[in-house]
Nanobody, 124 residues
Framework: QVQLVESGGGLVQAGGSLRLSCAAS????????MAWFRQAPGKEREFVAA???????SYADSVKGRFTISRDNAKNTVYLQMNSLKPEDTAVYYC??????????????????WGQGTQVTVSS
C-alpha cells in the first residue's frame, strides 16, 4: 500500500522560508516521478514542482528561482524548499507520486499516489 505523508507547513511572513517533506512508503522515490501540487481556496489544483526518475526537475513559472524540489533516497523522502515566499503562495500543498518517466509530467493525471496535504499560509 502506497502512503505519502506531508509535513512542514505552517505560518510564515512574506519573504520567509519553509521546507516541506513528503515521506513515502510502498513506493521508492528514486525510481518514481515525484511532485508537489497546491490548491488555494476557490482555485483549481495546480502544479508546483516535479523530480523525475532521471533526476530531471520541472517547476511552475510562478515558483522558478524560489522553490527547489529534491529527494533523499536513503530516507525515501521528497522535499520542497520554499524561499522568498509570497502571500499568493498560500495554499494546501500536496505530495504526489507516479510511475517513473524520462520526461517531466506536470498534470495530475500523471500521478497515482497522493498525500493528505499540508497548509502553507504566507502573511503580508
Amino acid at each position: 500500500q502506497v502512503q505519502l505523508v506531508e509535513s512542514g507547513g505552517g505560518l510564515v511572513q512574506a519573504g520567509g522560508s519553509l521546507r516541506l517533506s513528503c515521506a513515502a512508503s510502498g513506493r521508492t522515490v528514486s525510481t518514481s516521478n515525484m511532485a508537489w501540487f497546491r490548491q488555494a481556496p476557490g482555485k483549481e489544483r495546480e502544479f508546483v514542482a516535479a523530480i523525475m526518475w532521471t533526476w530531471s526537475t520541472s517547476y511552475a513559472d510562478s515558483v522558478k528561482g524560489r522553490f527547489t524540489i529534491s529527494r533523499d533516497n536513503a530516507k525515501n523522502t521528497v522535499y520542497l524548499q520554499m524561499n522568498s515566499l509570497k502571500p499568493e503562495d498560500t495554499a494546501v500543498y500536496y505530495c504526489a507520486g507516479g510511475r517513473g518517466t524520462v520526461r517531466p509530467r506536470e498534470g495530475v493525471d500523471g500521478y497515482d499516489s497522493w498525500g493528505q496535504g499540508t497548509q502553507v499560509t504566507v502573511s503580508s
